[in-house]
């Protein structure tokens, strides 16, 4: 069965350092989507791209973040200057359309220390 | 953010019989509702859905019940079974986003 595909699955990096967490969609979706979960709280909506460009974002997906589809293939989500906040499990998803049909990666866990 | 509230943070139901869990919404924007399922250190796996025009969609061992009028949907698993224990998060989409329930850890004893 196709999957979401993320790397690395988890990630510890100084406070202050830029990250980039990287997510191989499946190949014919057209939506993608970055969500996050802070341990013990709700899984939480980042980001929606299509076309190339972001459709929606959250108030969390502040300056300090950024997504890009370098190559058609890869879907990446960089957070500039890590906060201790940042820590989280990052999420990539992706779908055919909007509405129903998502498919999760089994996430990067982001330590900022 | 409570636009989808899961009012039970956890359900222990004994193999075979019934498990039932409850969502509840408050944004009636929302056009579909999925149950995700989720193992620790894994990503939310899809389950099953139900359009907001429908009231009823079954696939399986899991049945969605879908009430507008109330604003509330469940998700039935039966006959349950040890292997479903897990985290199980309801959630609404509402334009190019879902929005998720706190969740809810169903136990299934054997």
């Not at chain 2, 049945?63 to 469940?74: G, I, Q, R």
Request: proline share 4%.
């Amino acid at each position: 069965e196709p999957e979401v595909t993320q790397t690395p699955s988890h990630q510890v990096t100084q406070m202050g350092q830029e990250v980039i967490l990287r997510c191989v969609p499946i190949s014919n979706h057209l939506y993608f989507y970055w969500y996050r979960q802070i341990l013990g709280q709700k899984v939480e909506f980042l980001v929606s791209f299509y076309n190339n460009e972001i459709s929606e974002k959250s108030e969390i997906f502040d300056d300090q973040f950024s997504v890009e589809r370098p190559d058609g293939s890869n879907f990446t989500l960089k957070i500039r200057s890590t906060k201790l906040e940042d820590s989280a499990m990052y999420f990539c998803a992706s779908s055919t359309r909007t509405g129903g049909g998502y498919t999760f990666g089994s996430g990067t866990r982001l330590t900022v220390v | 953010d409570q636009q989808v509230k899961q009012n039970s943070p956890s359900l222990s139901v004994q193999e075979g019989r019934i498990s039932i869990l409850n969502c509840d919404y408050t944004n009636s924007m929302f056009d579909y509702f999925l149950w995700y399922k989720k193992y620790p250190a894994e990503g939310p796996t899809f389950l099953i859905s139900i359009s907001s025009i429908k009231d009823k969609n079954e696939d399986g061992r899991f049945t969605v019940f879908l009430n507008k009028s109330a604003k509330h949907l469940s998700l039935h698993i039966v006959p349950s079974q040890p292997g479903d224990s897990a985290v199980y998060f309801c959630a609404a989409s509402g334009g190019n986003k879902l929005v998720f329930g706190a969740g809810t850890i169903l136990r299934v004893k054997s």
